[in-house]
């Protein structure tokens, strides 16, 4: 019987570890000390990585998996709320990307959240909806990153002058890439573009770009056979035949739609997912290959 004990133990220790492996940014959630930052998708993981490294005591964990995308529909899962029940601090982008965010709100009333869309403009689109990807256009990627650090700096004043550090060296590097692309973009020919999913109009403003369709509004909703005609003339009638697909999303529309028209397919990607362990300056990277796309497909 005291074997049976022994054993029963062993097998249970053996299965803990295995549950710490499986997450293991989830092991020192218990330490009382640390200040615990959570956000909810991949730009607001990346924003807040940046503003809140190597300052001992504070870990920042995104709540999503990196290749989640956008939050339009997103459900939390009983592990979500498990993270958000520890964190000190959510960090959201806000202005209603966050759907399931009046749930965390009633579950969590004393959770401190930070919305990095924070009193932004946002764009309105043909339907009268606000626009919540203000991180694809980078000064909408430098006001939320100003916005996350007030709010950071706010909830956990002990750490400011760090977080103020970080945050200056972030936006500098923002500010030049900003700069880069103006330059790059100012001298293209064609300004006119058709893309997928409602991800780019902040973008195309910031550069002066003009989207005709958006192919498909919203992901996993094809597009209707009048939808499509639409896209299609309007492809027709622009000067360049292209299209701009995101690679968080199915194909199959564009192709579609390029086999009607002999237009040409690029990828923009609009920073919402990447790989396991992002690299701090994988914002900046993926925008210099949109910019290298644009300039290939503009030329
Ligand atoms: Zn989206």
């Known amino acids: 019987m005291k074997k049976i004990g022994v054993l029963l133990l062993f097998f249970i220790l053996l299965l803990s570890i295995a549950a710490c492996g499986r997450n293991a940014e989830n092991i020192d959630f218990e330490q009382d000390d640390e200040t615990l930052i959570v956000t909810s998708f991949y730009p607001m993981y990346i924003f807040t990585g940046n503003i809140a490294a190597n300052i001992e005591g504070v870990k920042v964990v995104n709540m999503t998996e990196p290749q989640t995308g956008c939050l339009h529909d997103y459900q939390l899962v009983p592990a979500d709320l498990k993270v958000l029940e520890k964190a000190d601090i959510f960090v959201i982008n806000?202005?209603?990307?966050?759907?399931?965010?009046?749930?965390?709100?009633?579950q969590l009333p004393d959770l401190t959240i930070i919305e990095a869309a924070k009193d932004m403009d946002l764009l309105v689109d043909g339907s009268g909806e606000e626009n919540p990807h203000v991180w694809?256009?980078?000064?909408?990627?430098?006001?939320?990153?100003?916005?996350?650090?007030?709010?950071l700096i706010a909830a956990d004043p002990k750490n400011e002058a760090s977080y103020r550090k970080n945050s200056e060296g972030y936006v500098k590097?923002?500010?030049n890439l900003k700069n880069s692309m103006h330059e790059a973009l100012k001298d293209i020919k064609t300004k006119d573009i058709v893309t997928?999913?409602?991800?780019?109009?902040?973008?195309?403003?910031?550069?002066?770009l003009n989207i005709v369709s958006v192919i498909e509004r919203e992901p996993g909703s094809e597009p209707s056979a009048g939808e499509l005609a639409d896209t299609i003339k309007a492809i027709n009638d622009a000067q360049t035949k292209v299209i701009f697909a995101e690679p968080q999303y199915s194909a199959k529309a564009a192709e579609s739609i390029a086999a009607q028209t002999g237009a040409e397919i690029y990828v923009l990607d609009p920073v919402v997912t990447g790989p396991k362990v992002a690299e701090l300056d994988s914002y900046e990277k993926t925008m210099e290959?949109?910019?290298e796309t644009l300039i290939e497909a503009l030329k």
């Open 94 to 106: 806000g202005a209603g990307m966050e759907s399931f965010l009046e749930k965390v709100i009633s």
């Open 136 to 151: 694809v256009s980078i000064s909408g990627a430098i006001q939320e990153v100003k916005n996350i650090t007030e709010g």
């Open 173 to 175: 590097k923002l500010e």
């Open 196 to 208: 997928f999913h409602e991800a780019f109009p902040y973008f195309a403003h910031e550069f002066g």
């Open 289 to 291: 290959e949109n910019l």
